[in-house]
Nanobody, 115 residues
Framework: QVQLRESGGGLVQAGGSLRLSCAAPKTTFIINTMGWYRQAPGKQRELVAVSSGGNTNYADSVKGRFTISRDNAKNTVYLQMNSLKPEDTAVYYC??????????WGRGTQVTVSS
């Protein structure tokens, strides 16, 4: 496992935007999978978006509103969140996986969308 540093959460009004960042330690290789999950109160953690092997996947609920991107030179993954809705309120967790590093989670960053 590796330590992940998340930033960018906060409080925003519905319709607004936030950008989350997650930095992993430097490596001599490109981390295979980097992504974002979220967990709302009383609900299970769910996949939001993932970038793996050059492909990206999104939860249906965020398609067209959220964009995942990564800077492999910095081992950083971003989540641009637009047109935010109150139902997007959750703790957002960064996740990385690579067979050389194992599976790692960030501590989470709170995103709150007010109506």
């Amino acid at each position: 496992q590796v330590q992940l540093r998340e930033s960018g959460g906060g409080l925003v009004q519905a319709g607004g935007s936030l950008r989350l960042s997650c930095a992993a330690p430097k490596t001599t290789f490109i981390i295979n999978t980097m992504g974002w999950y979220r967990q709302a109160p009383g609900k299970q953690r769910e996949l939001v978006a993932v970038s793996s092997g050059g492909n990206t996947n999104y939860a249906d609920s965020v398609k067209g509103r959220f964009t995942i991107s990564r800077d492999n030179a910095k081992n950083t993954v971003y989540l641009q969140m637009n047109s935010l809705k109150p139902e997007d309120t959750a703790v957002y967790y960064c996740n990385t996986y690579d067979r050389r590093l194992g599976n790692s989670w960030g501590r989470g960053t709170q995103v709150t969308v007010s109506s």
